[in-house]
């Protein structure tokens, strides 16, 4: 869900992840040169990108914290004395971790994706 709130140039997006319970914030700020020019959608759009980037780097982050415990995990089970590579269970672990690293750099990549565009989208407007 997004909430826009706008003040003198500064234009605020309130965005309210229902999956993590959170709110992310993004911001624009319109140059105090440029407030005849001052537009509340671009400000908007700026502000929806800002809040979109600080989802997914709170996404990322929990990611590696996934990511931390599982290599642990699969670590202390070839350790075991009744390690076996060939089982179910061990498989399993190993599949999970694999694609929560796939998924981690998926998450880097749509990060770097909306910090080029937001550059490229400041620079047009």
Request: hydrophobic share 30%; net charge neutral.
């Amino acid at each position: 869900m997004l909430n826009y709130e706008h003040y003198n140039g500064l234009t605020v997006c309130k965005l309210f992840s229902e999956s993590t319970g959170m709110t992310f914030y993004g911001e624009a700020r319109c140059h105090e040169e440029d407030m005849s020019n001052y537009d509340p959608l671009v400000g908007e759009q700026i502000a929806t990108a800002r809040a979109h980037i600080a989802l997914l780097r709170y996404c990322k982050n929990s990611l590696k914290n996934i990511a931390v415990n599982q290599k642990h995990l699969l670590d202390c089970a070839t350790h075991s004395k009744k390690f076996n590579p060939k089982s179910n269970e061990y498989r399993l672990l190993k599949r999970n971790f694999y694609q929560t690293m796939d998924d981690l750099q998926s998450i880097e990549e749509e990060i770097r994706f909306n910090q080029d565009y937001l550059k490229y989208y400041i620079g047009h407007h």
